[in-house]
């Protein structure tokens, strides 16, 4: 359990070095304030992560209701999800606000959360 809250509490201390210190006052790059009901977001894109978000909610039901969910199960699905959110917003920056670069934070998220899951699934083979 304690490398479970370690080793989020050091992603989140990489996450903010880097966001602040080097994307922020080095790079001069502005956060961009994406999320799922933003009025200047793309309708495909915003379509897109609404039904991934559908999908989780009903994925995560059928898993309560056939009692599968673990501790490492239903941290994946919030994992997953974010990673898939921070993919979709990543694209769409990418795609729509390339000279911004506001994008960077996003595959940042990405790639913090995918350790954070790689964490969790060896974690729980290896440690548990």
Known sequence: MYLYIISALLILIIFFLISEFY?????????SNLHLLSKDRNKKFARMEFFSLLCYF?????????????Q?????????????????????????????????????ILGLSLLLIIITFLGERYLI
Do not use: C, M
């Open 58 to 70: 009903i994925i995560g039901l059928v898993l309560i209701n056939l009692n599968i969910v673990s």
């Open 23 to 31: 994307f922020k006052r080095h790079l001069n790059i502005p956060r």
């Open 72 to 108: 490492t199960i239903s941290a994946t699905l919030i994992l997953g999800f974010l990673v898939l959110a921070n993919a979709i917003r990543a694209i769409e920056l990418w795609k729509f606000k390339r000279k911004e670069k506001a994008y960077y934070y996003h595959v940042l």
